[in-house]
């Protein structure tokens, strides 16, 4: 059994916690440093019982197997059995424990510069958005017509988790370009405080894009995985805000806010009529 334990706010030191698409990249090498301590502690453990060296046993299917020897082997369940009710049979480097702990980081971090540059993270996804937006000049409405995406976020862990968040980061993207946006009054009370009047996006919104996945893999990262939620978050609003500067470029209109809801729009191109 493996079981992941994130530290919460009380016992894990001062970070920026155990959250977003980067965390599969440290669950990952934490998985694999406890695997692999465990299997040490296993296979020394075999060793004594089985009368030879570590480095004569191989962990498979659930057992402990003898290299070129057929049929001398240990379940897993009996090497475990040994070290929790036999401890006096385990070797002296060896506690009675059949689990291991493993905290991973990213190696080759450095402490920040008189600058405060420093490499704090050393793996993230990349990827690049092409959009194709309608803008309606005498409403200022803002149809997205077409969405591809290229992505590369190192080795895929599951293919099916980046889709999902990929799609999603589009999404929440959309809703910061078109929709979502809190407004106060002159008093400094929120005017947007239920979704009558804080308009998320719908499936009506969200385009269903297409999608290329590229993979280089991280050198620094185990399996050579990188984060994959934030190619699309934070690069949809910029591409979904440059695409309607360019369709309003004709007009001599720009945006430069967001959301670029149909009245920012439609005010920006009654502004640029009205100044030519």
Known sequence: M????????????????????????????????????????LLKVAAVLLRCGPEMLELKDGKVLMKGVPGVELSLAQVAGVMLARSDLLPPDVDPNPEATYAWTASGRTQADDQGRAKSYLTAANACHVVAVEVDPDTGKVDI???????????????????????????QGVGAALLEEYVYNEDAQLLTSTFMDYLLPTIYEVPFTEKQALCTPSPFAPLGAKGCGEGAIHTTPAAVLCAINDALAPLGAQIHEMPASPVRVWKAIQNARDEA
């Open 2 to 41: 493996i079981r992941v334990v994130p530290l919460d706010t009380l016992s894990a030191a001062p970070h920026f916690g155990p959250g977003g698409s980067r965390l599969g990249v440290a669950i990952t090498g934490a998985t694999l440093g406890a695997a692999e301590r465990l299997k040490e502690k």
């Open 145 to 171: 017509t077409g969405y591809w995406i290229a992505d590369d976020c190192g080795t895929r862990l599951n293919p099916a988790n980046v889709e999902g968040q990929t799609q999603g980061g589009v999404a």
